[in-house]
């Protein structure tokens, strides 16, 4: 698995996610199995089938948070500069075909949550915005077509 970056708060948000599957989802999976095998028959029980895929489910989860947690490095918002667009930054910018300024938070992928205005490093936009200056227009390629920002701003 490759190295995830990701800030201090998103390391804290990601132990606290694993730390509820294993201590409220599994148990309440485990009940459910065992509230299944009560009722005799396995064989034909459909309760206990779906149990026992939402435990497959769980399992698979918890092991694929623990993997992206072993392999994280968590970025330092300190050494983070302003001069240009990069992780962690806040970049102000104007869409040229209609004027509307819009600020977009470029974080790492575990972070993105569009309603607060932080996107995923990965996506086109922050990709178009990555590396760019005050003053500087980004051309970025949308499946709508093509999107023009001027970079009006760069802070944390």
């Known amino acids: 698995m490759a190295v995830t970056y990701m800030t201090e708060d998103g390391l ?3 132990k ?7 201590t ?5 999976i485990i009940a459910a199995i065992a509230e299944a095998r009560e009722k005799g028959d396995l064989s034909e029980n459909a309760e206990y089938d779906a149990a026992k895929e939402a435990q497959g489910t769980l399992e698979t989860r918890i092991a694929q948070l623990k993997a992206r947690l072993a392999d994280a490095r968590v970025l330092d918002a300190s050494e983070i500069k302003t001069d240009e667009v990069q992780i962690l930054t806040k970049v102000r910018v104007r869409q040229r075909n209609n004027g509307a300024e819009r600020t977009f938070h470029l974080v790492t992928e575990g972070e993105a949550n569009l309603a607060e205005g932080k996107i995923s490093v990965s996506t086109p ?3 178009g915005l990555m590396g760019k200056r005050v003053g500087e227009i980004a051309q970025i390629q949308v499946p709508a077509g093509v999107l023009e920002f001027e ?3 760069i802070s944390l």
């Open 12 to 14: 804290k948000k990601l």
């Open 16 to 22: 606290e996610e694993i730390q509820q599957l294993e």
């Open 24 to 28: 409220v989802e599994r148990p309440r």
């Open 125 to 127: 936009i922050a990709k």
């Open 151 to 153: 970079i009006l701003e």
